[in-house]
Structures are given as structure tokens and as C-alpha cells.
């Protein structure tokens, strides 16, 4: 008995002696056990984390984001990308070069990332389980609703964070400071470009187009982002912008409480329906049109009129309304 009490005495303290060793080995160099002992990270929690770095550093100090979403076909072109030009209304417009300090470009494939790194822009590389937006989506295709719809979901988890946001498409050209154009009061949720304008800011017959609006994030517009994505398999064959038309048009703005202001063609215009006044356009929009190149074509030639209007004189008078968007209406026939 008392062999077997020594035996057990003896286990005990070599197993204190040897634990007593690897705690003062592992203080003196924790780096040696690393691989040993490594730190599992789980993906999305990673991927969440860069968010809300490019978030924070793309922000306003009203915690304010300028977002624009691009792909590979948006960064890459013959002569001239989708997203030069983009960058171009921002260098020609008026009080708009210090607002890409705010802009946060999402890219949703490799090359897009690449480029807009090399362009020292603020970057968010989103990924999409098994699949990778690489390539022109073309409008209403299976593939440019998907697109869509993972946009809204990504907005979505912009307000949640608590960032107020200006969605923009890559093909609007900002001409001038937006900002001087948007309300900012609190009790304005969402303000949205209309593809049409029919005379009155809150009326909810003004067809809506998600090419460009602003939120303010609080609880309101984080539930109709839950709500409207939640659409989203109910939704077959339609693209977001349908389905939140829709809402708009029901009870949701009723049971949310929410109040929209709907931007008037005037000041944020587009190819649906161009604003009259040069002199008072903020945004072009290539709406209305089917393709990239199209778009291209058509959103250069804006910037040429604009650059002729910023060199004439006072009394000269110029308008957008005398272009014709000759490739994107010939578009839609390919």
C-alpha cells in the first residue's frame, strides 16, 4: 500500500515539474508553439473586419460613405474603362475632386481589386461564394440580377454598421458636389434618383431608379433592406429595383414609418430623361441604356459638352438635352 502511495506521489510531482517547465518555456518564447497551437480565424468574421477598416477610412466624419460597385469589365476597355470615366466627372466636376476621399469602390472580382489599388482609391475586394462577377453582366440578364441582389445585401450590412451611405453607379458622372443638393435632415430616410420626374419630390408615382440614392442609417432603413432583400427568392426574373418600386408603392413606407424624397431629372439626370439646365445638372446617369460600350460612348460625349460649357462664356447657352445617346439607344438592338 504504501509502494503504490510513493508510486502515485512520484507521477504527481514529475507531472507538476513538467507542466511547470511548459509554462516557463512557452513565456519565454511563445512564437515556438504557434504552429503547434494555431489561431483558427473564421472567414467572414476576417472579411467583416476589412469592412469596417474601408469603411472608416472612406468615411465622412458624419460617418458617411460615397459607394460605387465595379467588375473586371468596368476597369478594362480599349481605349477608355467605365471607371476612368467615372473618376473623370469626379476631376472635371465642380467641388467634386475631394469627394473620391470618400469614395469606397467595391470590387467584386480580382482584376477590379488590382486596379483600384493600383489607383490608390479606398478598396473592398467582396467576395461571393462560388461565383465571381468577372464579366459584363448584361442588363436583365440571370447574372446581372444576381449582381444586384448581392448589392443590396452588401448595403444592407453598410447600415447595420451604422454608415450612412450615397450609392452611385459607375456610370454616373458627378459634374457637380451632390451634397449640395441632398437634405440633410434627420427625418429624411431615403433619397432616390427617378428614371422620370413628375413635378413632386415625395411622390411615390416618380419611378425610381437605384442607380443613385443616399440613406441615413437607423433602425427604418436597416429593416427595409432586411425587408426587400428577403424578396429576393420571390422574386424571380425581377431585379431589385422592381421589387423595392414595388414596396415604395405599399404599405411599406406606411408600416416602417420611413419618409423618401424623390430627386428631381432637373438636378440628377440621365439618360431617360435629361435635365434641361447645364447650369443646374449635378449627375448624368447612362439609364435607358443596354451595354458598356454604349454607356461609354455616350457618358464621353456628356464630358466633352461639359468641358466646352466649363470653357464658354457666361452668356453662351448649352444643353444636354441636344444629345442624342446615339449608342445606347442603338443598344437595345443588340
Known amino acids: 500500500m504504501n509502494g503504490l502511495k510513493n508510486h502515485c506521489t512520484h507521477i504527481i510531482a514529475f507531472s507538476l515539474l513538467f507542466l511547470t517547465?511548459?509554462?516557463?518555456?512557452?513565456?519565454?518564447?511563445?512564437?515556438?508553439?504557434?504552429?503547434?497551437f494555431p489561431y483558427t480565424r473564421n472567414v467572414n468574421t476576417s472579411q467583416q473586419d476589412e469592412l469596417e477598416l474601408a469603411l472608416a477610412e472612406a468615411s465622412t466624419e458624419n460617418r458617411t460613405v460615397i459607394i460605387a460597385m465595379v467588375?473586371?469589365?468596368?476597369?478594362?476597355?480599349?481605349?477608355?474603362?467605365?471607371?476612368?470615366?467615372?473618376?473623370?466627372?469626379?476631376?472635371?466636376?465642380?467641388?467634386?475632386?475631394?469627394?473620391?476621399?470618400?469614395?469606397?469602390?467595391?470590387n467584386v472580382d480580382q482584376a477590379s481589386y488590382e486596379r483600384c489599388k493600383f489607383l490608390r482609391l479606398h478598396c473592398y475586394k467582396l467576395e461571393t461564394d462560388g461565383v465571381e462577377f468577372d464579366r459584363e453582366e448584361v442588363y436583365m440578364s440571370n447574372e446581372f440580377i444576381k449582381m444586384m441582389w448581392r448589392r443590396t445585401l452588401f448595403l444592407g450590412e453598410v447600415l447595420v454598421r451604422?454608415?450612412?451611405?450615397?450609392?452611385?453607379?459607375?456610370?454616373?458622372?458627378?459634374?457637380?458636389?451632390?451634397?449640395?443638393?441632398?437634405?440633410?435632415?434627420?427625418?429624411?430616410?431615403?433619397?432616390?434618383?427617378?428614371?422620370?420626374?413628375?413635378?413632386d419630390q415625395w411622390s411615390h408615382s416618380n419611378p425610381i431608379n437605384t442607380g443613385f440614392y443616399m440613406v441615413r442609417s437607423n433602425k427604418k432603413t436597416v429593416k427595409l433592406f432586411d425587408l426587400w432583400y428577403s424578396r429576393k427568392e420571390?422574386?424571380?426574373?425581377?431585379?431589385?429595383?422592381?421589387?423595392?418600386?414595388?414596396?415604395?408603392?405599399?404599405?411599406?413606407?406606411?408600416?416602417?414609418?420611413?419618409?423618401?424624397?424623390?430627386?428631381?431629372?432637373?438636378?440628377?439626370?440621365?439618360?431617360?430623361?435629361?435635365?434641361?439646365?447645364?447650369?443646374?445638372?449635378?449627375?448624368?446617369?447612362?439609364?435607358?441604356?443596354?451595354?458598356?460600350?454604349?454607356?461609354?460612348?455616350?457618358?464621353?460625349?456628356?464630358?466633352?459638352?461639359?468641358?466646352?460649357?466649363?470653357?464658354?462664356?457666361?452668356?453662351?447657352?448649352?444643353?444636354?438635352?441636344?444629345?442624342?445617346?446615339?449608342?445606347?439607344?442603338?443598344?437595345?438592338?443588340?
Open 21 to 36: 517547465s511548459l509554462c516557463g518555456l512557452i513565456l519565454y518564447n511563445p512564437a515556438a508553439f504557434q504552429s503547434d
Open 71 to 106: 467588375n473586371k469589365a468596368y476597369v478594362e476597355g480599349d481605349d477608355k474603362s467605365m471607371l476612368d470615366l467615372f473618376l473623370n466627372g469626379f476631376w472635371f466636376g465642380e467641388n467634386t475632386r475631394d469627394l473620391v476621399n470618400h469614395l469606397l469602390l467595391v
Open 162 to 199: 451604422g454608415y450612412n451611405f450615397i450609392f452611385t453607379d459607375a456610370d454616373v458622372l458627378w459634374l457637380r458636389n451632390p451634397f449640395q443638393r441632398l437634405s440633410f435632415n434627420e427625418n429624411i430616410d431615403l433619397q432616390i434618383s427617378t428614371d422620370s420626374f413628375n413635378g
Open 234 to 334: 420571390e422574386s424571380i426574373g425581377q431585379k431589385e429595383q422592381d421589387v423595392l418600386d414595388g414596396m415604395l408603392h405599399g404599405e411599406v413606407l406606411k408600416n416602417l414609418g420611413l419618409r423618401v424624397r424623390f430627386l428631381n431629372t432637373l438636378y440628377f439626370s440621365g439618360f431617360c430623361q435629361d435635365s434641361k439646365d447645364i447650369r443646374a445638372v449635378t449627375t448624368v446617369h447612362a439609364n435607358c441604356c443596354r451595354t458598356i460600350s454604349a454607356k461609354v460612348a455616350d457618358l464621353s460625349a456628356v464630358i466633352d459638352t461639359w468641358r466646352r460649357f466649363k470653357r464658354s462664356a457666361a452668356n453662351e447657352t448649352f444643353t444636354f438635352g441636344n444629345l442624342s445617346h446615339a449608342a445606347c439607344a442603338h443598344s437595345w438592338g443588340k
